[in-house]
């Protein structure tokens, strides 16, 4: 059964600074990998989606990697700014059940001003 | 413009008594999710369609029912609604052709008092 792991549950660090978030996963058989952002109370939005053949992914300030023999992926966000405060999560779809996606319990992240 | 809907944004319903969710999309996708997601907990899969072919998980309850009339729509029927039922009510949606990301819906808040 695929678990899926973010550490930390929780970052507070003050704006301009670089950061990376954690997500680590215990089946390596995937399809994808998946970075949503969750604003409180609302639904999630995608951020970036890492194919399995796929070493990294970028949009703007944020850059995700993935390393699939490791089970290990991480979401760079560059100049952090206040709107990014918000709750990170990863999900990953597995070969397995490949219909659905497995998240994690996200790390909330807050920018101070 | 969206392109998941979910109604109603906030739900309140009185313990026992049914409750219906609606979730349309405007993508025209084959798969259609809903997922469960409790005060800083990862979401959880309830069931999915891949166009009319319904999949439930193992560990959903009883309790919980869906209904996919069509593309569109999708509706979560919950029976009878216990306190522990109060959650955050994503619906997602995926073309189902290859790898592609999902899109979520803003989700319904339920109450249950």
């Known amino acids: 059964k695929q678990e899926v792991t973010q550490i930390p549950a929780a970052l507070s660090v003050p704006e301009g600074e670089n950061l990376v978030l954690n997500c680590s996963f215990t089946d390596s058989a995937i399809y994808n990998l998946q970075w949503f952002r969750q604003d409180p109370g609302k639904g999630l939005t995608s951020l970036l989606l890492?194919?399995?053949?796929?070493r990294e992914q970028t949009s703007g300030r944020l850059n995700a990697s993935l390393d699939k023999s490791s089970g290990r992926s991480t979401l760079y966000i560059a100049a952090s700014q206040p709107g990014d405060s918000a709750t990170y999560l990863c999900a990953v779809r597995g070969i397995q059940g490949a219909q659905k996606l497995v998240f994690g319990q996200g790390t909330r992240l807050t920018i101070n001003p | 413009d969206a392109m998941v809907i979910q109604n109603p944004r906030y739900q309140v319903t009185q313990f026992g008594k049914p409750v219906t969710l609606s979730c349309s999309q405007t993508?025209?996708?084959?798969?259609m999710y809903w997922y469960q997601q409790k005060s800083s907990q990862a979401p959880k899969l309830l069931f999915h369609?891949?166009?009319?072919?319904?999949?439930n998980e193992a560990d959903t309850p009883d309790n919980f029912q869906s209904r996919r009339p069509n593309t569109s729509f999708c509706f979560l029927d919950i029976r009878s609604p216990g306190l522990g039922d109060a959650a955050m009510y994503l619906c997602?949606?995926?073309?189902?052709?290859?790898?592609?990301?999902?899109?979520f819906g803003s989700g319904t808040q339920l109450s249950v008092l």
């Open positions: 369609y891949y166009d009319k072919d319904f999949n």
């Open positions: 993508l025209n996708h084959n798969v």
């Open positions: 890492i194919q399995s053949s796929q």
């Open positions: 997602a949606t995926r073309r189902g052709t290859g790898n592609e990301k999902l899109f």
